[in-house]
């Protein structure tokens, strides 16, 4: 069984429809708008339940949608049974060289998939192959430090929760075959690991002033305060630095010709 299997049935339960999780997406979705036309071939990693795949779909892009997880892909399955895309189980850390497609306009991979995998110049040095003169890679990645969430931990003195970023660590959840290992490069890493195939052209924090899932709970009893909070994350969209301390960072790259 793979890892996020254990996730799948609940997934949107527990992110994509939650205050927070709408916010991320929407934030994510405007930026896709400003990247992807009409009749674009777009590959995404990592699908999960397959939000992402349908709101690009909508924009009018032709989408393969993969993810390692097969609860995943059968999750988002029945809820694109009326789009038109393709399904693929692909583990990023087992890329085939057989994959073949046109080639791709854009690469997405949003909250996380990136930080599974292990071998990221290899992942780059895959995709060059397969995307197009000028094509985009937006990848919604965790950096290695979360500002709420050290925070939040250090003051319970929690120091092996606040500090589990910057160890490669085996993912949770139970009854998986295999734990999964979770890195967290820092923009500038993930730059690094993608040159000399990829240049950066966008940066942007994600989710840097909202509370993380241990402090969710308080402040969404607080209407109010969590108004304000998604006010603010929002406006932190044009402070690139700010992506070092956020929960997510969102980075689009541009192949080289």
């Known amino acids: 069984m793979n890892a996020f299997d254990t996730l799948a049935p ?4 527990t992110f994509t429809h939650t205050t927070i999780g709408r916010h991320l997406r929407e934030r994510t979705h405007a930026a896709l708008m400003t990247l992807v036309k009409p009749g674009d071939h777009i590959l995404e990693l990592g699908c999960g339940t397959g939000e992402d795949a349908i709101f690009t779909v909508g924009l009018g892009a032709h989408v393969v949608a993969a993810d390692a997880s097969a609860g995943m892909l059968a999750t988002a399955a029945r809820k694109a049974a009326d789009a038109e895309i393709t399904f693929v189980q692909l583990d990023l850390n087992q890329l085939p060289q057989t994959f073949t497609a046109p080639l791709f306009q854009g690469v997405l991979s949003n909250f996380g998939p990136i930080n599974c995998v ?11 192959q397969r995307t197009a003169p000028g094509a985009f890679v937006a990848l919604g990645v965790m950096p290695p430090l979360c500002a709420w969430e050290f925070l939040w931990h250090a003051a319970h003195f929690e120091w092996a929760k606040a500090t589990r970023r910057q ?8 009854g998986a075959d295999a734990p999964v290992e979770v890195r967290c490069p820092s923009p500038g890493r993930l730059k690094q690991d993608f040159a000399p195939y990829f240049k950066v052209e966008r940066l942007s924090p994600l989710g840097v002033l909202l509370p993380h899932s241990a402090a969710y ?7 109010r305060v969590m108004r304000t909070l998604l006010q603010w ?3 932190t969209a044009t402070m690139p630095w700010l992506a ?3 929960d997510h960072y969102w980075i689009v790259f541009r192949r080289s010709a």
């Open 118 to 128: 292990v071998d990221r110049t290899a992942l780059a040095a895959w995709l060059y």
């Open 233 to 235: 994350d929002a406006r």
């Open 217 to 223: 709970p308080a402040v969404e009893r607080r209407p």
């Open 244 to 246: 070092n301390f956020a």
């Open 167 to 174: 160890r490669v660590s085996g993912f949770w959840p139970k």
């Open 10 to 13: 609940d997934y949107d339960l």
